[in-house]
């Protein structure tokens, strides 16, 4: 069996060495003091007490200097300028990232693997630099006001009872920006998409490889994005609307879902699109109970498109229901 080399991992240096030590450590070995050296390079004492201080950066000048009166390359003093920059930078960045680590736990790491969102690994710090990644945020605290941004402050605490988390929601919504990056949307056109109604109607007899193509066509010529995304588990949203730039985002949610709950849901949110202020966000949520006009406007906009009240007579007419027994006679 051939063993396949790994080539180790580059060393990262777990302190940051100041170059002002390494250039004590040269000049007490040939005798130099401090003073001498600073009279040798023309400058003045407290600036080459600075620099072995760390409280002055080694620049091109000074490095030249160095070499002029060390003999030692200046290359080798921007080099080392360089390294103690980077591994310092490379630290704090770290200790910024360790104090973000505790809110990992929130987000369903396990379940982003699975979807093929973030990388597999089991260090803290990586799935901080993953996460932030995914989000395009530079940290948590930025990405939850990002969120509220979007979804306005009052959601989570009216939607106790359904148990819906924020960070799924944040997660879910950006799974939404991604798939919407590849589309092509006009300028929103309310007219054109009324008008395509009808169109859109039909394709409720299709299958989902059909309709859903059809109906992503449909709504970049209305400048609307039509969004399928697979729900995380235990997450309770059927679908919401917001808007990006000019144009809408209609996102449903497509895990567990029959045909029937899917056209609803993407009606409702049509209804919202069409019925409600430009501008606003909103979140259809399983087995709400609160007293919402817009969700109850949508939702009888959702009933009518997909069984109009006529035709809804025809399916009932001749249907008589007994009192007593409680059943179709």
Known sequence: MVRRSIAPAPYKPPIAIIPGKTLKRIINSRGIS?????QRMGRPNQEISYLINGKRTITLETAERLEYVLGIKASFWLNIEKDYQETKARLEEESR????AQKIKN???AEMVNFG???ATRKPLERVKNLLSFFQVANFDALESHIQSIIGENLFSKSDGHKLSQY???VWLRMGEIEAEDLELLRFNAQRLRHKLPDIRALTLGEPEYFIPELKKIGSECGVAFLFIRGLKGFPVWGLTRWVGNNPYIQVNIR?????H???AIFHEIGHVLLHKRGDFFINIENRKDDNNPEDEADIFARDMLIPVDAYGQLTEGVYICEEEASVC
């Open 168 to 170: 799924k929601l944040a």
């Open 256 to 260: 567990y879902k029959t045909n029937n």
């Open 117 to 119: 969102l973030v990388e």
């Open 34 to 38: 401090q003073r001498k050296l600073a």
């Open 97 to 100: 990232l360790s104090e973000q």
């Open 262 to 264: 899917l056209w609803f």
């Open 107 to 109: 987000f369903p790491y």
